[in-house]
Nanobody, 117 residues
Framework: QVQLVESGGGLVQPGGSLRLSCAAS????????MGWYRQAPGKQRDLVAQ???????NYADSVKGRFTVSRDNAKNTVYLQMNSLKPEDTAVYYC???????????WGQGAQVTVSS
């Protein structure tokens, strides 16, 4: 039922910026927790940033101060603004929606972010 469509990935130089977007279908977006995860080849998928339905946010220590997660409930869209990008930020970034009861999660298709000169 819920579909998540990501956009905004690409190749950027170290120190550059990129903004990822994730648009959700369905009627539960505004009451759902949204998250951004990333996964490098051969590594675990880890939480990068999270925004709850009430607007509070959480960040991995590795991105704190550089990344900002936000949401626009009128557009059913969550964003990840990434500044001061480093090569170690290179990964596939996945949007995640956790339904309000916490029993199901939905994933976007993934967006490749490559930070390289």
């Amino acid at each position: 039922q819920v579909q998540l469509v990501e956009s905004g990935g690409g190749l950027v130089q170290p120190g550059g910026s990129l903004r990822l977007s994730c648009a959700a279908s369905g009627s539960i977006f505004s009451i759902s927790t949204m998250g951004w995860y990333r996964q490098a080849p051969g590594k675990q998928r880890d939480l990068v940033a999270q925004i709850l339905s009430g607007g509070s946010t959480n960040y991995a220590d590795s991105v704190k101060g550089r990344f900002t997660v936000s949401r626009d409930n009128a557009k059913n869209t969550v964003y990840l603004q990434m500044n001061s990008l480093k090569p170690e930020d290179t990964a596939v970034y996945y949007c995640n929606l956790r339904e309000p009861m916490g029993l199901f999660a939905y994933w976007g298709q993934g967006a490749q972010v490559t930070v390289s000169s």
